[in-house]
Structure formats: C-alpha cells, structure tokens
C-alpha cells in the first residue's frame, strides 16, 4: 500500500489561501519580468525581425511602418509580456507544482516530473524550428510576389507594418510550441489509459489528414509554413507511439511484479 502522499490535512479555506498566495507569486513574477524585457522589448523585437532583415540585406529603402500613433507602443508592450511570460514559465510552474505536489504519491511525483521538465523543452524547439527554419523560408515566399513595376506600372513593394509582423510571429511561434507537446500529451493520455499505441498506430492514417487541417488552420496560406509544421507533428506522433508503448511495457512489469509478490507463499504459513 503506498505511503509517501502527504498526510497534512488542511481545510478548503487553506487550501484556497495557499492556491491564492501561489497565483500572486505568479502575477508578481509575471510583472517583474514585464518590466524588464520591456527595457529591451526593441532589442527583442529587432531579434524578432532578423529573418526578414537578413533577406533584405544589401538592399537600400527597405523599412517596417506603423500607421497608428500608439501602434508602436503596444507593439512593444506586447513583445514585452510575451518574453517576460516565457522567461517567468519555469517559476510559474514550480509554484503550480507546489501547490498540487503534496496531493501526489511518491511515485505519482516521479511519473510526473519529466512531463513538467519536457514541456518548457519541447515548446522552445518548437520555437527554434519556427524561427531558424520556417521563417526565413516563408518570408522569401511571400517577398516573392513583389513587382518591379515594369511596363509602366506600379511596384508592388512589402512595408510590413511592425504591429502585423509581431501578430504573425508570435502566432507561429505558440503554434509550433504548443504542436510540440504532443508527446507530453499523448503520453499522458497514454499512462492513464486513455489511449494505447496500437490505437494510435492504427488511427496513423487519420492522424496524418488531422495534423495538415491543424497546420492549414494555424499558419498562414502558404504551403511552406503548413509543411513546416505539419511535418514535426507527424515526427512527434511517431515519437509519442513510442512513449505509450514505453509506458505500456513498464506498467506491465509492474503488474506482473506486484502479481507475483501477492502470489508468493507467506513466511508465516506452515510448510507441508
């Protein structure tokens, strides 16, 4: 019988201070981490332009715009709370698992801590691959249908607008991040028996058709971004067949095991 959970009793009123004294932590360390990326949110947001700066290299005029007077600002302010989001995620999640951990058992805590480890991980590939891989390819794309205004005519020039850039960026970012999960999702389903990897195997397939509407639905209209994503999340699902499969063999081993210790014959009982 396990014995490891936590035997504190504490009331609903406790319960409900320590969860609120946990979310202020939270709120406080989400500010201050406002605060300070916004000392640098031009630094950021220049990080953030790179892709399109470095395709643009070599060429004169070349400019991003803002047609509201305070378009600028709250560009900044939002490239400020999303930065000091992901750079406070880690402390954010401990006091999560602060505040649920004396609930668990011993070995609930050690099934879970590698998801807790996995997902901040897994979320910053996904942000990697966005940014050092489908960016650069994406925007070479949509440059690609500019004009040199010949016969006459116009050009057709991109001046992309700074608040616009940052929507797409941050979109694409959260939607490669979140894709990535899929492992940490889908194992976790898998532990609790919600899923099984022949289930997962066998729905391949569908999972294939699933993934590219997702990707159709999360990135912009062009086939290089819905590829880009599409692709890591069918890696990521094979990966995660694996996981279950891992999780399925060692919980069977550890029925077996328990199996065998209830069967095994008492010291106490006679011999005959």
Known sequence: MLKDIDDREMPLLDHLVELRNRLMYSVAAIFLGFLVCYLFAEQIYAFLVQPLADIYEGETGRRMIYTGLAEAFFTYIKVAFFAGLFITFPFVATQLWMFIAPGLYKQEKQAFMPFLVATPVLFFLGGATVYYLIFPLAWQFFLSFETSGVDGSLPIQLEARVSEYLDLVMKLIFAFGLCFQLPVALT?????????????????????????????????????SQVGLGLPILLLYEISIWCVRIVERRRAEAEAEESTETDAPSAEEPRE
């Open 188 to 224: 976790l389903m898998g532990r609790v028996g919600l899923v099984t990897s022949e289930q997962l195997a066998r729905n391949r397939k569908y999972a294939i058709i699933l993934t590219f509407v997702v990707a159709a639905l999360l990135t912009p209209p062009d086939i290089i």
